[in-house]
């Protein structure tokens, strides 16, 4: 991707250039804490681009109006945080549903309930397995610093049309309200309208629904759909592998974790131990690929470092179908595992001193 300007943003701005680089025409949103700033920057950027904003009544609404828009060919998103998106999950599913393409970004806060504005991962469960009713899946991205947070928004726009399905941009609350260098990419336009939308000249051309009421057709559409979950698993894993090539034992963490673990990686090097790291980017599809080579080379452990009960850890569990041991290492409640605290759990379960 070539890079142009250099800016100072934090990662919920990023998010915001990275769509207008992509081409979004449309954002429907409703401010929520630690997501604020996405719809803050998009209300002041959209309209001065001749692009759309619209602050609608609530989360609910603003899931519809992603979906209408997408139905007319217009590249749309919102963004919320964990409450929102619990909101907005009827609407993710009669949009995956009417396979259409679409961007939602989830800056995850603490929780249950209202719970807190700090960072947490506990939406993983929620995003990664589906959310809403019905047999369907999102791809998600997992953005790791500021520049991802731009990088991987204009990804989900173009995985979004390439398979026509909801893509989620997943990070907590850190990396989202964190400042980092960003380096610009250069900037796509607007997308022609595609065969497939509807059409205001010919209104009867495409027919755009969620609801098939013969089982029977119901099956087909579910089959359909899932044949197109398998080509995403097949086309579409990320992982960033750090010290990975001689590794015996290795890190499993995103968005902030990742970072954490990634300067406990060079300090448990510093000391003698072959320890690395596999950053999964994407979360669906999970990078089974990576972990199973991680495996093949030796790997004895995997430590899974998460800011939740540990949702993650059955991805990577099942990943590698269980041939080796994988243990927790995580906080709660809006609380960022330590470098020290990571370093101190490796080492109390490997016996190290």
């Not at 928004?153 to 907590?172: E, I």
């Not at 001689?246 to 320890?275: H, P, Q």
Request: glycine share 10%.
């Amino acid at each position: 991707m070539k890079r142009t300007n250099k800016i100072l943003l934090k990662g919920n701005e990023a998010v915001v250039y990275g769509a207008l680089l992509a081409g979004c025409e449309c954002y429907f949103g409703y401010p929520i804490t630690p997501a604020s700033e996405i719809a803050h920057t998009a209300a002041r950027l959209f309209p001065k681009l001749g692009r759309i904003f619209i602050q609608a009544e609530c989360e609910i609404a603003s899931i519809n109006m992603v979906l209408g828009a997408s139905a007319a060919g217009r590249r749309a998103m919102t963004a919320s945080s964990g409450l929102g998106i619990s909101l907005k999950q009827e609407g993710v599913s009669y949009i995956a549903g009417s396979e259409l393409p679409a961007v939602i970004i989830d800056v995850m806060r603490g929780g249950p309930g209202l719970g807190n504005i700090a960072p947490e991962q506990a939406d993983y469960n929620q995003i990664v397995k589906g959310g809403g009713h019905g047999s369907y899946k999102c791809i998600v991205l997992a953005p790791g610093s500021v520049q991802e947070m731009c990088d991987l928004t204009v990804l989900a726009f173009d995985l979004a049309d390439k398979y026509r399905t909801p893509v989620y941009v997943l990070t907590d609350g850190m990396i989202g309200q964190m400042m980092e260098k960003l380096e610009l990419p250069e900037p796509k336009g607007r997308r022609p309208l595609p065969e497939w939308a509807l059409n205001r000249e010919c209104p009867k051309a495409n027919c755009i629904a969620s609801i098939y009421l013969d089982t029977g057709d119901l099956e087909k559409v579910n089959i359909r759909l899932n044949k197109k979950y398998d080509e995403i698993k097949k086309n579409e894993q990320r992982a960033e592998e750090y010290h990975m090539e001689d590794a015996e034992y290795a890190f499993v963490a995103y968005g902030i974790s990742s970072r954490m673990a990634r300067t406990a990686v060079d300090e448990l090097r510093s000391e003698g131990m072959k320890i690395g790291l596999i950053r999964p980017q994407t979360l669906f599809p999970f990078p089974a690929d990576a972990l199973n080579r991680a495996v093949d080379r030796g790997v004895k452990e995997f430590f899974c470092v998460e800011m939740s009960n540990g949702q993650m850890i059955d991805d990577v569990k099942l990943s590698i179908e269980c041939r080796r041991p994988v243990t927790l290492i995580n906080r709660m409640g809006g609380n960022v595992p330590s470098v020290e605290e990571i370093i101190q759990a490796v080492k109390a379960k490997l016996g190290v001193k």
